[in-house]
Nanobody, 123 residues
Framework: QVQLVESGGGLVQAGGSLRLSCVAS????????MGWFRQAPGKEREFVVA????????YYADSVKGRFTISRDNAENTVYLQMNSLKPEDTAVYYC????????????????WGQGTQVTVSS
């Protein structure tokens, strides 16, 4: 089992920045590709970005490319999501997820999920 705990969400004005963190415990963190997903009220969960086990590979949704940056620190068992130039449409609950294979954009292919952290961007 892998336990994931997100933090760093909050309320920010449009154009602002937030940094989300996701701390993992329970298994060898470097064995897992990590992803960030988000879910806005009344919408389906959507892919945001993923990072490979080593951190050498990343993949971004077009909607966040150039504004968001994912990184990981395998020594600290943590994955980060730096979010800049935030827009009201970025408002959602953000979840981190782990899978013990290559990174993927499909949520159902992830094995472990955190509880989520709310990000609200005001206009």
């Amino acid at each position: 089992q892998v336990q994931l705990v997100e933090s760093g969400g909050g309320l920010v004005q449009a154009g602002g920045s937030l940094r989300l963190s996701c701390v993992a415990s329970g298994r060898t963190f470097s064995n897992y590709a990590m992803g960030w997903f988000r879910q806005a009220p009344g919408k389906e969960r959507e892919f945001v970005v993923a990072i490979s086990r080593s951190g050498g590979g990343t993949y971004y949704a077009d909607s966040v490319k150039g504004r968001f940056t994912i990184s990981r620190d395998n020594a600290e068992n943590t994955v980060y999501l730096q979010m800049n130039s935030l827009k009201p449409e970025d408002t959602a609950v953000y979840y981190c997820a782990a899978r013990q294979r290559i990174l993927d954009v499909t949520s159902r292919r992830y094995d472990y999920w955190g509880q989520g952290t709310q990000v609200t961007v005001s206009s």
